[in-house]
């Protein structure tokens, strides 16, 4: 399965992609990896709110859900950014179709990668969370494009908001 989207993700970017600006999107590329490594690093194991796991076809090449989160980090966020980026529209109204183009592809990702088995969910998260998620991480990453000190800083809120939802104890930081 994570073949399959990393093959779609990596032929998009390579057909529609803005290869010739990867260094004006690579802080935001960074930006993007930095945020899914310190959630991995803080919560997978002590209080995890999804998880990846190997469907059968994985399992049988020997592929674990840390596998998987590094597959999605390195090759489908910077496609990702390339494409999403590359892309972005001028005009406003289309600015906002744009970014609900993209929630809803992440969303639907996520929702089939779910029905196969491919993510759990933990502690309270569900799609909907993951929804309001992905609306929050599409318009930060449009942001940090342009301003990346004011999206670290509404990025840190975001995160002490969930924090404070999900009410992520202090052992994490074992």
Partial sequence: MNFVYGFL???AAWKWGDWKNWREYYPTILFFIIGDLLYHFLFYDYFPLWKFNPIPFDEKLGITGTHISLFIMFI?????????LGN???????QFIYIGVWIFIYTANELLTHSFGGINHYNGWNE?????FNCAMFSLLALHHYRPLITWILSFAFILF???????PSSVFR
């Fill in 88 to 94: 972005f529209p001028i005009e406003r109204l289309k």
């Fill in 9 to 11: 993700y990596i032929f």
């Fill in 76 to 84: 489908k966020y910077p496609c990702t950014i390339l494409l999403y």
């Fill in 162 to 168: 969930l924090w404070t939802v999900f009410g992520v």
């Fill in 128 to 132: 909907w969370w993951s929804v309001l």
